[in-house]
T-cell receptor
Framework: DAGVTQSPTHLIKTRGQHVTLRCSPISGHKSVSWYQQVLGQGPQFIFQYYEKEERGRGNFPDRFSARQFPNYSSELNVNALLLGDSALYLC???????????FGSGTRLTVV | GENVEQHPSTLSVQEGDSAVIKCTYSDSASNYFPWYKQELGKGPQLIIDIRSNVGEKKDQRIAVTLNKTAKHFSLHITETQPEDSAVYFCAASPPTSGTYKYIFGTGTRLKVLA
């Protein structure tokens, strides 16, 4: 079975640009969460979606947005990129949310 | 606010010895505690988890203990092997009206020396 797949794996953007990151959950999983992992730190919660509805949002500015599609895949969008947005962005999925999130390998975003 | 402290930040052990990583959480309502292993260039991988109604859980060489009163939980790895070398993260999940988010610790870099 395919795990959580994220694309692209690596990305370089310029300050002020916009970026879209994509995530496909494990088949049958209806909950998707996004996390930001800065080098040397633990992942930080950005969003959780379940059944295409936003269920939670972490302490991130409005430049960050996300959505979940009818097939349960998800996009994370970041506008007006800052140097500090450079990080590994992780997507995780679970059947319903809460227990046993499975993480993808992430998208490494570098803002220059 | 919600916080998880993790110690130590680095840990070196000889192959075959045991390793213990400790975490403390701040939100006493937290009810789920997963542990993740992250290897270089990969996403975190769930290795064991425990719910708040259980004090201890074991899976082969890995065990987790939970002390709700002290708000502590620990990961124990016995008979360590070189492939156990990685960064380990603990997390706590506070119930927040339908939101299932994990608060992660800062990670422990475990090195198993052959």
């Amino acid at each position: 079975d395919a795990g959580v797949t994220q694309s692209p794996t690596h990305l370089i953007k310029t300050r002020g640009q916009h970026v879209t990151l994509r995530c496909s959950p494990i088949s049958g999983h209806k909950s998707v969460s996004w996390y930001q992992q800065v080098l040397g730190q633990g992942p930080q919660f950005i969003f959780q979606y379940y059944e295409k509805e936003e269920r939670g949002r972490g302490n991130f500015p409005d430049r960050f947005s996300a959505r979940q599609f009818p097939n349960y895949s998800s996009e994370l969008n970041v506008n007006a990129l800052l140097l500090g947005d450079s990080a590994l962005y992780l997507c995780a999925s679970s059947l319903r949310g809460g227990y046993g999130y499975t993480f993808g390998s992430g998208t490494r975003l570098t803002v220059v | 606010g919600e916080n998880v402290e993790q110690h130590p930040s680095t840990l070196s052990v000889q192959e075959g010895d045991s390793a213990v990583i400790k975490c403390t959480y701040s939100d006493s309502a937290s009810n789920y505690f997963p542990w993740y292993k992250q290897e270089l260039g990969k996403g975190p991988q769930l290795i064991i988890d425990i719910r708040s109604n259980v004090g201890e859980k074991k899976d082969q060489r890995i065990a987790v203990t939970l002390n709700k009163t002290a708000k502590h939980f620990s990961l124990h790895i016995t008979e360590t092997q070189p492939e156990d070398s990685a960064v380990y993260f603990c997390a706590a999940s506070p119930p927040t009206s339908g939101t299932y988010k994990y608060i992660f610790g800062t990670g422990t870099r475990l090195k198993v020396l052959a």
